[in-house]
Antibody, heavy 119, light 105 residues
C-alpha cells in the first residue's frame, strides 16, 4: 500500500506563484499516471491536471491552462504543480492522487496542501 | 465537456436506512464511473470503480450500478461510520459530481 504526501502550499498574493510537491512512496511511481485535484473551502472536488507515467502527456482543466504546469521526476518519486498568475478562485486544498491503471480510479490520495490566494 | 449531475445534494437518513444516490452524465460514459466517500478533514476514499466493482476492503453494504448516463450508489443499511459526503467521478475528463452529504436524521 503506497502513500503520497503533498507540500508547498501557503499564502500568496493574487498574481503570485507557488510550486507544490507530492512525494510518493510504497509503490512504483514511474508506472502510474498521477493527478492533482483541488477543493475550495466548503466546496466539492475538482480535477486540475494529469501527467502520464513518463511525463509525455499532460492535461489540464480549462481554468488553469496556461497558468499551471504539472511535471514529475521519476528518479525522485515526486510530482509537482507549478502555479503562476494565481487568482483568488485558485484558493483551496490541493491533493495529489494516483490513478490505478486499467480502471481509471484514483486509489491513493494525499491529505493535501492548502493554497490561499489573498492580498 | 461531460457534466455530472449528482442528486440529492443533501440526504437525511437514520442508521439502518437504505440510501440511494444518483449520478447522471450529460452523455454516455459507458461504465467509466467511480464513487468516493469523503469525511471532514480527510482524503477521499475509493468505494466503487467501473460503476459496479467494489474496492477491496469496502463493506459489502455499498454497491454501485448503472451504465451509459445514469448511475446509482446504494448503501443497503446505513451505519454510523457512513455519514459523510459522497462523490461520483467520470473518466472521460475526470469530472466529479457536486457531492451528496449524508446527514443524521
Amino acid at each position: 500500500e503506497g502513500q503520497v504526501v503533498e507540500s508547498g502550499g501557503g499564502l500568496v498574493q493574487p498574481g503570485g506563484s507557488l510550486r507544490l510537491s507530492c512525494a510518493a512512496s510504497g509503490f512504483s511511481f514511474s508506472s502510474y499516471w498521477m493527478r492533482w485535484v483541488r477543493q475550495a473551502p466548503g466546496k466539492g472536488l475538482e480535477w486540475v491536471a494529469n501527467i502520464k507515467e513518463d511525463g509525455s502527456q499532460k492535461q489540464y482543466v480549462d481554468s488553469v491552462k496556461g497558468r499551471f504546469t504539472i511535471s514529475r521526476d521519476n528518479t525522485k518519486n515526486s510530482l509537482y504543480l507549478q502555479m503562476n498568475s494565481l487568482r483568488a478562485e485558485d484558493t483551496g486544498l490541493y491533493s495529489c492522487a494516483r490513478e490505478r491503471g486499467g480502471d481509471g480510479a484514483f486509489d491513493i490520495w494525499g491529505q493535501g496542501t492548502l493554497v490561499t490566494v489573498s492580498s | 465537456d461531460i457534466q455530472m449531475t449528482q442528486s440529492p445534494s443533501t440526504l437525511s437518513a437514520s442508521v439502518g436506512d437504505r440510501v440511494t444516490i444518483t449520478c447522471r452524465a450529460s452523455q454516455s460514459i459507458s461504465s467509466w464511473l467511480a464513487w468516493y466517500q469523503q469525511k471532514p478533514g480527510k482524503a477521499p476514499k475509493l468505494l466503487i470503480y467501473k460503476a459496479s466493482s467494489l474496492e477491496t476492503g469496502v463493506p459489502s453494504r455499498f454497491s454501485g450500478s448503472g451504465s451509459g448516463t445514469e448511475f446509482t450508489l446504494t448503501i443497503s443499511s446505513l451505519q454510523p461510520d457512513d455519514f459523510a459526503t459522497y462523490y461520483c467521478q467520470q473518466f472521460h475528463y475526470w469530472t466529479f459530481g457536486q457531492g451528496t452529504k449524508v446527514e443524521i436524521k
